[in-house]
Nanobody, 123 residues
Framework: QVQLVESGGGSVQAGGSLRLSCAAS????????MGWFRQAPGKDREGVAS????????VYADSVKGRFTISQDNAKNTLYLQMNSLKPEDTAMYFC????????????????WGRGTQVTVSS
C-alpha cells in the first residue's frame, strides 16, 4: 500500500518562499514518475511539476517556470517542491502524486495521491 503525505504548506506574503515535502511509504520503488498538482477553489486541478524518478528529467507548468523547482531524495523516499517568488495566484491546495506505469506517466494520469497541503499567498 503506497501512502503519500504532504507537508510544508502555510501562509506567506507575495515574493516569499515555501518548500513542500511529500513523504512516500510502502511499495515506492516502482514509481516511474512523481508530480505536484494544485487546485484552487472553483478551479480545475492543474499540474505544477513532474519528475521522471529514473532519469531525473523534469517538466513544469509555464506559470511556475523559473520560480518552482521539483526534486527528489531517493534515500529518504521524499519529493520536494521549492517555491520561490510566490504570487497570490499560487494560492491553492497542493497535492503530491505518483505513478508506476510509464504510459500513464506520459498521459499525466497518476494512480497514487496524497491528501494535500494548503498554500496561501497574500498580496
Amino acid at each position: 500500500q503506497v501512502q503519500l503525505v504532504e507537508s510544508g504548506g502555510g501562509s506567506v506574503q507575495a515574493g516569499g518562499s515555501l518548500r513542500l515535502s511529500c513523504a512516500a511509504s510502502g511499495y515506492t520503488y516502482s514509481h516511474r514518475c512523481m508530480g505536484w498538482f494544485r487546485q484552487a477553489p472553483g478551479k480545475d486541478r492543474e499540474g505544477v511539476a513532474s519528475i521522471d524518478t529514473g532519469g531525473g528529467s523534469t517538466v513544469y507548468a509555464d506559470s511556475v517556470k523559473g520560480r518552482f523547482t521539483i526534486s527528489q531524495d531517493n534515500a529518504k523516499n521524499t519529493l520536494y517542491l521549492q517555491m520561490n517568488s510566490l504570487k497570490p495566484e499560487d494560492t491553492a491546495m497542493y497535492f503530491c502524486a505518483a505513478e508506476d506505469r510509464p504510459d500513464y506517466c506520459r498521459a499525466v494520469q497518476y494512480g497514487y495521491w496524497g491528501r494535500g497541503t494548503q498554500v496561501t499567498v497574500s498580496s
